[in-house]
Each structure stands twice: as C-alpha cells, then as structure tokens.
C-alpha cells in the first residue's frame, strides 16, 4: 500500500466532516433563523430551492478544478489553493449568520472550494497507483468512502446538536476549522505524493478532436452531426432566454446540458471522420469519453432522489412523532440528525458487501461489476422512494408517524449509493484516458449537479395550476405525489442504464510506472 495514502484519507475524513457538518444544518438553518423574513407558507420552499441550487454549485465548479489541475496546476497545488478558499467560506458562515448576502456569499465561496477540489481528490487516490499495485486501488477507493462517510456521521449528529445549543456561529464555525485541520494534513504529506504533471496543451486534446468531427465534411455526404450540436447550441441560447422566467440557476444548468447533450450526440455521429486528422488513439480516447458520459447521464435520476434526503426528508421528519422508545428508554432526535443514519449504514455496507455480499454472488456464478452494481443502486434508490412516499400518504392521512419509519427507505437508499456512489468513483478513473482524468472525475460530479436541477426543475413545475389540479385530480397530496414521481424518474433510469451496461465494453487506463513525476518537483 502507497506510503502516502493515509495522508489524503486523513485530509478527505476532517474535510467531509466540514462539508457535511454544514450542508446537513443548512436547512433547518435557513427555515428557523435566516429566512424569517418570508412569509412561513414560503420559508421551506425557499429553503429547497437555496439548499438545492447550492448544491448544484458544489458540483458544477469540478468543471473548473478539473480543468485548472489538468491544464495547469497539477492535482495537489490545485486543491491546496482551493482549500484555502473553502476555508474562507466557512469563515463567512460563522460571520454573517443573519445577514443574508454574506451568508450567501459563503455558501458561494464553500461551492467554489469545496466543488472545485472534489474531482481531484479521488483521482489524486489513482495517481498514487500504477499497474504493479492497482489491485489495492478498489480497496483504497472503498476506504476513501468510508473514510467519507465516517467524517459525515459524526457532522450529521453532532452539528444539530451544535445548532440548537450553541448557535450557528459555532454550528457553522467548527466545519471550519476542521477544513483548515484537513488543508494542513494535505499539505504535510506534500513531499510524499505522487505527482502527475498537468497535461501539456494538444492538438490531439478531445476538443480538438472533437471539433475536426464535426467540422470533417465527408464525399458525397452532409454534415448531419454539426446540425444536431448547432441545434444544441440554439437550445442553450433559449434557455438562457428563459432566465427571467426560470431563474438564473435553472436556465444556465439546463444550458449546459443542452450544449453537452448534443455536442456529444453530433461528435458521436462523424467521429470516423476525425481519423487521419488525429491519431487513432486520441480518436478512440474521445469515444470511450463519449461512451462515459452516457454512463454519466443515466445516472443523474439516482442524485435527483439522495440528495434530497437532506432537503425533502428531512421537511417530512419535522412532521413526525421525534421521541424513540428502545428497551423501556426514552430518547429524542432532531430531524436533521437523521441523515447520521445513512453514513452510519455506508461504514456498515462497505465491508459487509465487500466480505460478504459479492462473494456470495460469485460463489452462485454472478460477478458483481462495476456497471451491475450501478444499475442495482439506482433500482434501490427508487424502491426508498416508493417506501418514503408510502409513508407520506399514511402522514398525510392523519396518521401520527413516528420518525422511526423513515429508517427503512434510509436503508434502502444507502444500499442504492453504496452501490452507485462508491463504485462510481473507481469506475470514472479507471475508464477515463489519463489526460482526461480530472476533466472525467468532474463530469462524474457533474451528474450530480444535473441531478439536483432535475428537482429544481420538478419543484418550479408544481407552481404551476395546471399541474397542481392534475396532482389534486390524483388524490395524492402534493408531496407524496412528487416521491412517487421520483421513485419512478429513478426506476425507468435504472432499467435504460442496465441496458445500456450489457452493450459497455471496459477498458483499463490506469498509469503505467513512468508518467509520475518526483514528488519533491511539486511546491506547495
């Protein structure tokens, strides 16, 4: 095992506490203290859509980490810098806990940060591997996620606890200086990494490579995939034109994945006639990228359902019975501590799946692969919605429901991510060609934030009247309606992508033992 592991699993615990130390209070916090200016009907609202479109920042800035690390920095300089800026934005939580333009700006600087470092950390873990030792890599890439997962169970109870008793300025300060303890640790073991340098710019680069495909004309043939990417790039203009209507946010992600969408479908389309203006290999580089985004995108439907265990279901808790009896003794949670439950369940599954589960089912002849193991997780994700949904209605009904109920679709949702998130990562970096590694681990991120804009997308749709008299017309209150929506998004997604899995051919792009470069080259 690489010497200098430890350091980067270290730096990934302290910062995850951070992370979700303050992500898992943010929206009680903003429903109880900082949106009182708004009329009550409107502060839960306003707090999903502030909770999700933050969100969808933190990963939407892997787009810039990945490209200044691949192009420019290199993985660790770039996370250490951004690190500082995370920093930062947890400072401006802790200062501005009732104003609302420095509270935000907070919010931005942790998204630039915290969204920025995120693709490269995991692939700094792959860098630290070659051929000779791969075979440590899995177990290295499941630590990491317990390590994750480890770090945001304590954050998820202790930080409400925090809230409730000492006030955001500490709730919100402690994230803080465990992301300035998570920078030093990353900054201790410098002289020991692995370091691959920053890809030098490339007329063989997958932009390059992608606009001669697009640009090629062929005898005797039109260009048919530069008219579906055009018709793309007119897609994003449109949505931009949307944005006093839609919101900045909506329109400028739903830009983006117009542009990408069909600027993938139109190289996709003339590829072949790329070839004899590049290389084979960086031709064949841009479809096997092309190929993973597919992946990507089949499995933006699992985010849209887990994310919002921090936003939905923890508005869904704060209407349940909060007082557990076990073994004659009374206890009582808060709703936001809940969610310590499913990184609680991810340390649990990690190993028990590892030691226990996939054996089994390699015994009986059905190997787990990456790709089955995904196409598992998002089915799972959507049977947790099917659950919590079914419990709404018993809710909505007039039920009194203790918060105990909504262990079971935790559970189930956490089987769903272990299987989808954690496999995920090793499966983004070993796919990916190595000067495509952290633009790849971004993309991976990026799914994540097209994940959350399909909620936004949902929860501005339900404002509208014509759409709330269809949901009254079904019987079912407005959000148990949308559970059941999601349980479904999922579910079709989880059948598209397990076809789609039997047709993927893997590959290995793992780095061979010549492309590191001497750690003592790279400065702090």
Wanted: with cysteine; glycine share 8%; aromatic share 12%.
């Amino acid at each position: 095992m690489p010497r200098q592991i430890p350091y980067i699993i270290a730096n990934e615990g302290c910062e995850r506490f951070s992370f979700y130390g303050m992500r898992n209070i943010l929206t009680p916090f903003l429903i109880s203290t900082l949106l009182l200016f708004l009329p009550e009907s409107e502060r839960t609202g306003e707090a999903k859509h502030v909770f999700h479109t933050f969100v969808i920042g933190v990963y939407f800035f892997p787009l810039l980490g990945g490209w200044l690390a691949d192009r420019f920095f290199g993985k660790y300089n770039t996370v250490f810098w951004l690190s500082l800026v995370y920093v930062a934005g947890h400072a401006c939580l802790a200062i501005f806990e009732d104003n609302v333009k420095g509270f935000y700006l907070g919010l931005g600087l942790i998204a630039l940060g915290s969204g920025g470092i995120k693709p490269l950390v995991a692939s700094f873990v792959g860098d630290q591997f070659d051929q000779t030792n791969k075979g440590k890599a899995k177990l290295v890439f499941d630590a990491f996620y317990w390590i994750i997962n480890f770090g945001s169970f304590f954050a998820s109870l202790l930080m409400p606890l925090f809230l409730k008793n000492y006030g955001p300025a500490v709730a919100f300060g402690i994230p803080g200086v465990m992301m300035f303890i998570a920078t030093m640790v990353l900054w201790s073991g410098r002289r020991k990494y692995v370091h691959v340098p920053p890809a030098a710019a490339s007329p063989h680069s997958f932009t390059r490579v992608a606009k001669s495909a697009l640009l090629a004309h062929a005898p005797g043939a039109g260009r048919p995939g530069l008219t579906v990417a055009m018709a793309g790039v007119a897609g994003a203009v449109l949505s931009l034109a949307m944005t006093p209507q839609w919101g900045f946010v909506i329109a400028a992600c739903t830009a983006l994945v117009l542009l990408l969408a069909f600027g993938g479908i139109g190289t996709s389309m003339q590829l072949e006639r790329a070839r004899g203006l590049h290389p084979d290999e960086a031709v064949d580089g841009v479809r096997a990228v092309l190929r993973i985004l597919i992946v990507f995108s089949l499995v933006t439907p699992f985010w849209s359902l887990f994310d919002q265990k921090a936003s939905t279901w923890v508005v869904q808790a704060n209407s349940m019975i909060t007082t557990f009896s076990i073994f004659g003794n009374e206890f009582t949670l808060l709703p936001a501590q809940m969610q310590a439950l499913n990184p609680l369940l991810v340390m649990l599954l990690i190993p028990f799946n590892n030691l226990v589960l996939f054996p089994m089912l390699q015994k009986i002849g059905f190997t787990p692969t990456p790709l089955r193991r995904m196409t598992a997780g998002i089915a799972f994700s959507a049977l947790s919605w099917l659950v919590i949904g079914t419990i709404q209605v018993s809710m909505d009904a007039g039920t009194p429901t203790s918060m105990a109920w909504q262990i079971l679709p935790y559970a189930l949702l956490t089987m769903g991510e272990v299987l989808v998130s954690a496999t995920g990562l090793e499966f983004a970096y070993s796919q990916a060609p190595a000067s495509m590694k952290g633009a790849i681990m971004a993309l991976w991120s990026l799914a994540v934030t097209v994940g959350n804009l399909w909620v936004l997308v949902v929860n501005a749709a339900v404002k509208n009247d014509a759409v709330l008299g269809r949901i009254r017309d079904s019987g079912l209150g407005l959000i148990a309606f949308q559970m059941y929506f999601f349980a479904a998004f999922a579910l079709l997604a989880a059948i598209a992508f397990g076809l789609y899995a039997k047709r993927y051919r893997m590959v290995d792009h793992y780095r061979s033992n010549e492309t590191a470069q001497a750690p003592a080259a790279v400065k702090a």
